[in-house]
């Protein structure tokens, strides 16, 4: 989350359960709201791999629960990012690493 901030992302959430998933953090800068799925793996190309269909599903589902909750945030722009963690590696920040189907 450090990282992120000094993006000059700011948190909304951190491990945001809801619907049968869990969204690691929601994160806002300027009109953007990420839901950010954080990955570690030895290997950062392996943590990428890690989100599966599966586990987008369930992104997906706690997104949407989110998003019941926080009217505000529909007319701003929404993505599905990752930031991966890997040993000896600054963490990775991909931008729209999976897809939202809201």
């Given at each position: 989350?450090?990282?992120?901030?000094?993006?000059?992302?700011?948190?909304?959430?951190?491990?945001?359960?809801?619907?049968?998933?869990?969204?690691?953090?929601?994160?806002?800068?300027?009109?953007?709201?990420?839901?950010?799925?954080?990955?570690?793996?030895?290997?950062?190309?392996s943590a990428l791999l890690?989100?599966?269909?599966?586990?987008?599903?369930?992104?997906?589902?706690?997104?949407q629960h989110w998003l019941?909750?926080?009217?505000?945030?529909?007319?701003?722009?929404?993505?599905?990012?990752?930031?991966?963690?890997?040993?000896?590696?600054?963490?990775?920040?991909?931008?729209?690493?999976?897809?939202?189907?809201?």
């Amino acid at each position: 989350m450090f990282a992120m901030i000094l993006k000059g992302y700011r948190p909304l959430a951190v491990r945001y359960q809801g619907w049968g998933g869990e969204i690691d953090l929601i994160m806002r800068r300027g009109k953007t709201i990420l839901f950010i799925e954080v990955k570690a793996r030895i290997h950062p190309d392996s943590a990428l791999l890690a989100i599966h269909a599966d586990k987008i599903r369930k992104l997906n589902q706690a997104i949407q629960h989110w998003l019941m909750r926080h009217d505000w945030a529909h007319p701003l722009t929404l993505r599905g990012d990752a930031v991966l963690v890997s040993p000896w590696h600054w963490p990775r920040h991909v931008k729209d690493a999976f897809t939202l189907t809201l």
